[in-house]
């Protein structure tokens, strides 16, 4: 069996890729700062 290893994609790169698996942006821009607790913690909001 062959190891699997582990690829680093940027953190964007994923976020851009689960918002478009998910239709998040058909209706209208999904803004990540104001919809992902983490980031909106991390900026302080």
Known sequence: MK???S???PETA???NAIR???LDD???FNV???VIE???S???
């Open 33 to 35: 700062l104001e919809k």
């Open 39 to 41: 980031k909106m913690i």
């Open 7 to 9: 690829v680093d994609v």
């Open 14 to 16: 994923l976020m851009e």
């Open 43 to 45: 900026v302080g909001l």
């Open 27 to 29: 209706l209208r821009p």
């Open 21 to 23: 698996s998910m239709s």
């Open 3 to 5: 190891e699997q290893r």
